[in-house]
């Protein structure tokens, strides 16, 4: 076939399933993998339903293009093979499933298949990239389909959005940007160039730095991150692994890093294939190992994010499709006879040693005295970055003569003491026992506790830990002395002076409190300060303290982490249940219910004895999900569930909510009651009006406002936004002012008004900014787009247009046609200056977060914007 395929649309935006199959043979079998399909909420996408006036051949290869999954169903005809064509229609179908479109092949049992069709499946067999298996009727083929769909990440089709985002690290979340190195590299220009070979090379999805712990791995990945924005335009995002645990959450924590909101309404995996479609972006996992079961999810990655590419940082292989190993080694040390110091000098780990012996020394320097020295303690330490800088961190107290002398004489004993480990393990764990020897009792005590926290943490958190301990009182100054021996790490985040542990380190001094028996009584502590921290900061998410609330939980996300696991694995799931209720806004606002729902069915798993409330809890965050992704009478049933057990535990509050997500999914169903819809958002407010809680009861007017937008009401619609704008402006909620303030922006766009839209809009944008919340942002700028549209002003159209299309493909968002009210307002515009909107298209694309924020906004408030951009 030459020309090109025609552009042909499914009439929805779902996922598109292309079944292929003969047709009278398998009608029982293609009904039943329509209901399969339906019944998950998908697209079918059967030839049987093409538009005609396309030639049947183009007409399939058009929808295979814009297909998502490939369902294969064989019995045993072969098909039927057109006149000059060499190969039936059902072999040419699979021969032209896109590259990384996911092949699901269903074969019925049967002796009696035709002879071409039995090499067919034979060459299927032998395809790695296809998922295979038998059946033997239609109701078992559906069930086999519908639970394959299910367990499948799709891509999601979506050709209308911009390429990229022009600076990714400005815009994403703190725990994406690269870290910056607070040391020299040293001894890896080759290790750099090799990986960045790798990375360039085709058909390398994942490469893997495997190594044992110490060796470097984390630090050569960052440099070569760093080193890569030439090679992935699109971004380059840094992904920290260390606290997460458990594989489900492999997913979340990836959204977080590229900035993707998940409240819910569409599948992350969605969300994900959004915001990577078309994007050559490089997205660094650092220490994999600890969820090295989570490993296929990176297959299927492939198929979301097809042009992006994983560097993976583990001390275990991982062994999947499409990986590139590279051994990370030791730096190389001098041999025993060459012990000069020009032979020194020129040895990568000497090299690190006095780079390091210096930092603790500055008047440290390699001579003919000490070179032997030096290279002894690099054999020594054979190598190992981290177990050379632990040793160089001494030369404050201690010559190379006195270093070396003590490494001979402890090393040994202390390697053998661990014999159970690999040799390179052994000899890291022994230089941190030796390192850890010449600390002080309080010291020592004190970086055991330390490994209770997750990737990072504060001082005064440290000190809340420290009642009754031998460094009690005297925690700054321990930390200083950790800071020096190289066992602990600062840097800033945010403004604020933040520590770390590296995972080696970490290891060990969990290790350390176990073998004394009190992991759990120090994790206790742990779970008991940031369960403090919840109550002290959730209160001002309900008002003026909102941005400052989310930004401090942000800065703690890891350890929040940290103590629900803790509170959930030793069973306090009552404990574990508030704190994340406690925190509700919050992951409503960054986008974390995925996380919070994998919490939750663990907590509901355990089948241990837990009150109402916690029951209600539980079943809200995981029902919260399906009612937007997969609504049902279920989803309607099990919220009135919730609804029982909060009245039943005595929370009207938290009932009053439930009741307002039960009428959200009516609304969400394929037949929706509206009017039982809108009587539940109505008993909801009042009881929350009742209660006191304007946060609440704003969002249930913002609900009723889009109720009544659906059944065509802008009137009453307009009236709620408002009252939902009245509520969160009493009450200082960034937030809701965001949201109800775009949707009545929105019907003031609907209506012509650009000025008193113009005006909305800019007050939603600068709340957004505020907040750091990507979604209210990329609204506020398509609303201010819509304005210049309605004043006829085609080089600020298009320009914001553009910017907050970036911003929408970034983060994955899709939304309802109500949200999107512009693109009419753009068609029009570009009807009449098509070439000056496509010039401003171009410019806005290409335009810093902060350039769009200050090219919308009025010059006055310029500067709240900056300093809001500033703290981001």
């Known amino acids: 076939m030459t020309g090109a395929s025609p552009v042909i649309r499914t009439p929805d935006r779902r996922i598109r399933v292309f079944v292929s199959s003969t047709l009278r043979e398998l009608a029982d079998e293609r009904r039943a993998a329509r209901a399969a399909i339906e019944r998950m909420r998908l697209a079918p996408v059967m030839f049987e339903l093409g538009a005609r006036p396309h030639p049947p051949r183009s007409l399939y290869r058009a929808y295979l293009d814009q297909s998502d999954v490939f369902v294969g169903i064989y019995a045993d005809s072969y098909g039927w093979v057109a006149p000059g064509e060499e190969i039936s229609g059902l072999e040419d179908e699979y021969d032209l499933v896109p590259d990384g479109m996911p092949k699901l092949i269903y074969v019925r049992r049967s002796e009696r298949r035709e002879d071409r069709l039995v090499r067919l499946i034979a060459r299927i067999q032998s395809d790695d990239t296809a998922a295979y298996l038998p059946f033997d009727d239609a109701s078992q083929l559906e ?16 050709q209308s ?31 750099i160039a090799a990986v960045r070979a790798h990375l360039a090379a085709t058909g390398n999805r994942t490469v893997s730095l495997i190594g044992p712990g110490g060796v470097g791995k984390s630090r050569l990945a960052i440099e070569v991150a760093r080193s890569a924005h030439d090679l992935f335009t699109d971004g380059v995002y840094f992904v920290p692994l260390e606290g997460v645990l458990e594989a489900e959450l492999l997913l979340p924590t990836i959204a977080y890093a590229l900035g993707v909101r998940d409240n819910g309404e569409a599948s992350l995996e969605e969300r994900i294939s959004r915001a990577l479609a078309d994007r050559h972006v490089l997205i660094v996992l650092d220490n994999f190992e600890q969820i090295v079961d989570a490993a296929p999810v990176l297959v299927r990655l492939y198929t979301v994010a097809p042009t992006a590419v994983f560097l993976v940082t583990s001390r275990i292989v991982l062994r ?6 590279y051994e990370v080694r030791a730096l190389p040390v001098p041999s025993e006879e060459s012990g000069t110091l020009e032979r020194a000098r020129r040895s990568p780990a000497c090299a690190l040693f006095v780079d390091r012996a210096r930092a603790a020394d500055p008047d440290f320097a390699l001579t003919e005295d000490n070179a032997a020295d030096v290279a002894r303690i690099c054999r020594t330490l054979e190598g190992l970055p981290l177990a050379i800088e632990l040793a160089a961190a001494k030369a404050r107290m201690l010559t190379p003569q006195g270093i070396a002398q003590r490494l001979g004489q402890s090393l040994p004993l202390l390697t ?7 040799e390179r393990h052994r000899t890291m764990r022994a230089t941190i026992e030796w390192s850890v020897s010449l600390l002080s009792d309080a010291d020592r005590d004190l970086l055991e506790t330390l490994g209770v926290f997750a990737r990072r943490f504060t001082l005064d958190a440290v000190e809340a830990l420290g009642a009754g301990r031998p460094w009690e009182g005297r925690a700054i100054e321990g930390i200083a002395a950790l800071v020096d021996g190289s066992l602990v790490a600062q840097t800033d985040v945010a403004g604020r002076s933040v520590y770390s542990l590296l995972a080696i380190v970490r290891e060990y001094a969990v290790g350390r409190l176990r073998e004394r028996g009190v992991v759990d009584a120090m994790r206790m502590a742990y779970a008991d300060h940031y369960t403090a921290l919840v109550h002290r900061v959730a209160p001002g998410l309900r008002g003026s303290a909102q941005a400052e609330a989310v930004a401090e939980l942000g800065l703690e996300l890891p350890n929040l982490r940290g103590a629900i696991r803790h509170l959930v694995y030793t069973d306090r799931l009552d404990d574990a249940a508030d704190f994340a209720w406690s925190l509700l806004i919050y992951w409503w606002i960054v986008g974390f219910l995925a996380e919070v729902r994998v919490w939750m069915l663990e907590l509901l798993e355990k089948q241990k004895p837990i009150t109402p409330h916690t029951r209600a809890v539980a079943w809200f965050f995981a029902l919260w999900g399906q009612m937007w ?35 959200t999914a009516r609304v969400q169903l394929p037949d929706p009651d509206l009017e039982a819809a809108e009587s539940e958002l109505r008993s909801a407010y009042e009881r929350l009006h009742g209660l006191g809680n304007g946060w609440a009861q704003a969002i249930t007017q913002v609900s009723l406002g889009r109720l009544a937008w659906l059944r065509g009401a802008l009137d009453d619609a307009r009236a709620h936004f408002d009252r939902a704008i009245e509520l969160a402006a009493a009450g200082g909620d960034l937030f809701t002012l965001s949201v109800a303030g775009n949707q009545t922006g929105r019907l003031l766009l609907l209506g ?3 000025d008193a839209a113009h005006a909305v809009f800019c007050r ?16 506020g700028l398509e609303g201010l787009s819509g304005v210049a549209a309605l004043r006829d002003d085609p080089a600020q159209a298009g320009a914001l247009a553009a910017a907050a299309a970036t911003i929408r493909h970034r983060i994955g968002m899709f939304d309802a046609d109500a949200f999107t009210v512009h693109f009419a307002l753009l068609d029009r515009m570009r009807a009449q200056h098509p070439d000056e909107l496509a010039a401003a298209e171009q410019r806005g694309a290409e335009l810093t977060l ?8 009025p010059e006055a408030d310029h500067e709240v914007a900056a300093a809001a951009l500033g703290r981001w």
């Open 143 to 158: 069930e086999q389909i519908a639970a394959d769909l299910a367990a499948l990440l799709a891509e999601r089709f979506e």
């Open 752 to 754: 012509g008004d650009a």
């Open 416 to 422: 053998a003491a661990v014999r159970d480990l690999p």
């Open 629 to 663: 992704q997969n609504p049902s009478q279920e989803a309607v049933a099990g919220l009135a569930e919730c609804v029982r057990l909060f009245t039943e535990s005595g929370d009207e509050e938290a009932a009053a909510m439930a009741e307002a997500a039960r009428a």
């Open 764 to 779: 939603t944008l600068l709340d957004s900014v505020r907040l750091h919340f990507d979604e209210g942002i990329a609204y």
């Open 320 to 325: 999947i499709r499409g990986e590139q190993v």
């Open 850 to 857: 902060a350039e769009a924020v200050a090219l919308a906004l």
């Open 161 to 191: 959005m911009q390429a990229a985002d022009a600076e990714p690290a400005a815009t994403s979340p703190l725990l994406s940007r690269v870290p910056v190195p607070y040391t020299t590299t040293i001894g890896r220009d080759e290790d």
